[in-house]
T-cell receptor, first 112, second 109 residues
Framework: NAGVTQTPKFRILKIGQSMTLQCTQD?????MYWYRQDPGMGLKLIYY???????DKGEVPNGYNVSRSTTEDFPLRLELAAPSQTSVYFC???????????FGNGTRLTVT | RKEVEQDPGPFNVPEGATVAFNCTYS??????FFWYRQDCRKEPKLLMS???SGNEDGRFTAQLNRASQYISLLIRDSKLSDSATYLC??????????FGKGTRLSVIA
């Protein structure tokens, strides 16, 4: 039972490159979330999903895209990386909207 | 008023001390409350849920004050290993849980 798995753990991108951050869960949770956390700052919600086929924007969605074709997977896509997207990205899941979240270990992304 | 507000700290306390953090929230209809702990460069981890009647888990006590719209976390007999950032989390109707920016605690030997 792995819980929430994020890959890669670290990545360095050049400006303008694209990449997909992977998040997969084996807890059969309906809700999945993507957050970013800049150094010394709080968590900011990028996108979330309440079930397969449904996604919604969070607080800071610009520059990102998501899809949710299965319950298990919720990838986050960066199309044109910018230095402002340098951050730590956390994926999280929960069984319901008011339930506590379970986080993955995070992906540290640097855009130079 | 911000949705969820916390004193960023840092709170620097000696080992063995008792320390308390408060967190205020703006939505009077909020029903779910949690405290998370985040260690430096790690993911947040659930510390405890906060129930209406208050609840205790070992050295940790959580309280909810609906009239004044705040929750609190009390840590007794602080350990060096309690050093971390403590995040207050509140629900906001049908939208995702809202995280506070956290209160940093440093327990000193």
């Amino acid at each position: 039972n792995a819980g929430v798995t994020q890959t890669p753990k670290f990545r360095i991108l050049k400006i303008g490159q694209s990449m997909t951050l992977q998040c997969t869960q084996d807890m059969n949770h309906n809700y999945m979330y993507w957050y970013r956390q800049d150094p010394g700052m709080g968590l900011k919600l990028i996108y979330y999903s309440v079930g397969a086929g449904i996604t919604d924007k969070g607080e800071v969605p610009n520059g990102y895209n998501v899809s949710r074709s299965t319950t298990e997977d919720f990838p986050l896509r960066l199309e044109l990386a910018a230095p402002s997207q340098t951050s730590v990205y956390f994926c999280a899941t929960s069984p319901g909207g008011n339930s506590p979240l379970h986080f993955g270990n995070g992906t540290r992304l640097t855009v130079t | 008023r911000k949705e969820v507000e916390q004193d960023p700290g840092p709170f620097n306390v000696p080992e063995g001390a008792t320390v308390a953090f408060n967190c205020t929230y703006s939505n009077s209809a909020s029903q779910s409350f949690f405290w998370y702990r985040q260690d430096c460069r790690k993911e947040p981890k659930l510390l405890m849920s906060v129930y209406s009647s208050g609840n205790e888990d070992g050295r940790f006590t959580a309280q909810l004050n609906r009239a004044s719209q705040y929750i609190s976390l009390l840590i007794r007999d602080s350990k060096l290993s309690d050093s971390a950032t403590y995040l207050c989390v509140v629900n906001k109707g049908n939208t995702p849980l809202v995280f506070g920016k956290g209160t940093r605690l440093s327990v000193i030997a």
